[in-house]
């Protein structure tokens, strides 16, 4: 009663023409669209209708699933097969069997993943309940990522030790030099330095060698930057609410060097002024920083070093008096949930993540969101909102400052509906309250706040009585139950 078509599922009638069960054309549109996205599950043999979903019986369901094997291994069909044999399972319901078959997000190197043999025509992603043809431009990027390893090794012509910014490469040894006095790198003139920590390079084929992207992103000058990387944005905005204009802002305009390491300097100090610190003693000195300054100088970090600065929208942090926002263009180089259990560590920008991690910045053995989410969660506010949005090609993390059930929220819904409120299940009252507070709710956001089974969520969104609640408040289920969608600037 409880299954229905969503962004990981969908269903397919798969009868054929004789009705006894045959694989619909459809079936690889989705498979492309749910192995581009985040994966999902495709049952065969089921039909959505107005009067809930109805299952069809698939007699030749072993012909079926022959022919399904027959094309993932055809590279004339599909570009990978992604399947093992435990993802695909017959099922029987009422006596009807049916095909359940699970598919997996692609990994980086296998995206994009197509049908036919052209990506460009052939690659779809999965929206809401759809699956739609990805624009030439988003599959030329994702064969961009499958190709390299990293962005910010190359080396760039014509470009030398006159476009860095002398006082930032200045200040980056200093604080090098304090944090690791003995190092062996403290020895070396500049050059060799910045050859060291993977600024300058030499192409050991051509013999050709010169500054790095990343060298030029760290330390580089405000013009010279704009002359390499001419969509390079970064812009820092605080805010006292969602609609205001800032009342604070950092951005290139040619006053500061514009570099990566001057912005991480001054966002930081912006970002921690307000934070209050509790009086904490280590040995005979205070302690200065708590878990909150960690998390924000992770996501500082994370956004600057996992950046596609090919990419067309700016570097963006938000700070208002309710939460911090980042916003980096690229998409993911992990699965989401593989990125916040941490463990597995594939950074765009492996240079300009050692050079923060010289220094004491970022982690590299994927640390860095689980440490974020742990120290959010011990402030008990409400987890991280961490979005891939790949209309735009662009991820946005979102750290809020709101307690998981605040009890100002919880006051007003039953104000406004009443008994209605108290009546509901912990996972429908979970929905109202993160309704309330963030404006909408998704199956996926409810996974992230609550440890009740996926199943479970499902139910408790369809059970029949819960509009009673929402339509007592004067909202519908279809207001609550919208995809959620942060601004665009991330708050």
Known sequence: MALQEGFDVELKTALGKNKMGEVPGSFWETYSAMANTEGGFIILGAEETDNGVIFHDLPDHQKVIQDIWNSLNNPNK????????????????????????????????????????????????????????????????????????????????????????AESFRIYRRQFSNRKPDHPFNECDDREFLR??????????????????????????????????????????????????????????????????????????????????????????????????????????????????????????????????????????????????????DCRNRNLQKMFQLIGLGEQAGSGFPKIYRNWNLQHWREPVLEERYESNQTVFILKMISLVPEEAVEELKAEIGDAFSELGEVERLALVTARCEGCVNHGRLKEVTKEHPHDITVALSRPGRERAFDERGVGPEHVLLPSRPPPDGG
Request: aromatic share 8%; hydrophobic share 35%; net charge neutral.
């Open 78 to 165: 599909v570009s990978v097969n992604l399947l093992q044999n435990r993802d695909i399972e017959l099922m029987s319901i009422d006596g009807k069997n049916g095909i359940l078959v699970r598919v997996p997000q692609a990994s980086r190197k296998q995206r994009p993943v197509y049908i036919g043999q052209n990506p460009l025509t052939g690659t779809y992603r999965r929206n809401n309940e759809g699956d739609y043809r990805c624009p030439p431009d988003l599959v030329k990027q994702m064969l961009g990522e499958q190709a390299n390893d990293t962005r910010d090794a190359v080396i760039l012509e014509h470009y030398g030790f006159d476009d860095l910014d």
């Open 196 to 345: 060291q920590i993977g600024g300058w390079a030499r192409d050991r084929q051509t013999g050709k060698e010169g500054l790095t992207l990343a060298g030029l992103l760290m330390f580089g000058k405000f013009r010279s930057i704009l002359d390499g990387v001419p969509t390079y944005i970064v812009d820092y905005q605080e805010r006292e609410a969602p609609d205001n204009r800032w009342i604070d802002r950092v951005t290139i305009e040619g006053s500061w060097s514009g570099n990566l390491y001057d912005f991480y300097r001054i966002v930081m100090k912006r970002l921690t002024t307000d934070l209050k610190v509790p009086f904490q003693l280590k040995g005979d000195e205070r302690v200065e920083e708590t878990p909150v300054h960690e998390a924000l100088r992770e996501a500082l970090v994370n956004t600057l070093i996992h950046a596609d600065y090919s990419g067309n929208c700016s570097i963006l942090v938000v700070k208002r008096p309710d939460l911090f926002g980042f916003r980096n263009p690229g998409l993911m180089r992990l699965p989401k949930a593989e990125a916040i259990k941490g463990g597995v560590s």
